[in-house]
Nanobody
Framework: VQLQASGGGLVQAGDSLRLSCVAS????????IGWYRQGPGKERELVAA???????NYADFVKGRFTISRDNAINTVRLQMNHLEPEDTAVYYC?????????????????WGQGTQVTVSS
């Protein structure tokens, strides 16, 4: 399945953004989806994931600030990001994942798209 991430932008610290990940196929509901990010000079890291059934898992650094959700009717997974910090500056990607209740074992499965740039100024 092909995924397209969008919704990034330039915001100030404390602001909010909502990212969207739209799938090209109606079989989207069969996939667990993860949001990843890669900051300048950093490795790509998992931010949040949602299972096919809607269970969610978050990296500690976004707990309480970010919310992942899915709407299978429109083949979309969203990432609501509140209280953004300069450290959240990164390119954000979505990908299919092998979901787990233990975030450190969640694995990306598909190829990486272009992502969407999020820049948070202080």
């Amino acid at each position: 399945v092909q995924l397209q991430a969008s919704g990034g932008g330039l915001v100030q610290a404390g602001d909010s953004l909502r990212l969207s990940c739209v799938a090209s196929e109606s079989t989207f509901s069969s996939y667990a989806i993860g949001w990843y990010r890669q900051g300048p000079g950093k490795e790509r890291e998992l931010v949040a994931a949602i299972s096919r059934a809607g269970s969610t898992n978050y990296a500690d650094f976004v707990k309480g600030r970010f919310t992942i959700s899915r709407d299978n009717a429109i083949n979309t997974v969203r990432l609501q990001m509140n209280h953004l910090e300069p450290e959240d500056t990164a390119v954000y990607y979505c990908n299919t994942v092998l979901y787990s209740d233990y975030i450190w074992t969640i694995l990306s499965l598909g190829s990486w798209g272009q992502g969407t740039q999020v820049t948070v100024s202080s």
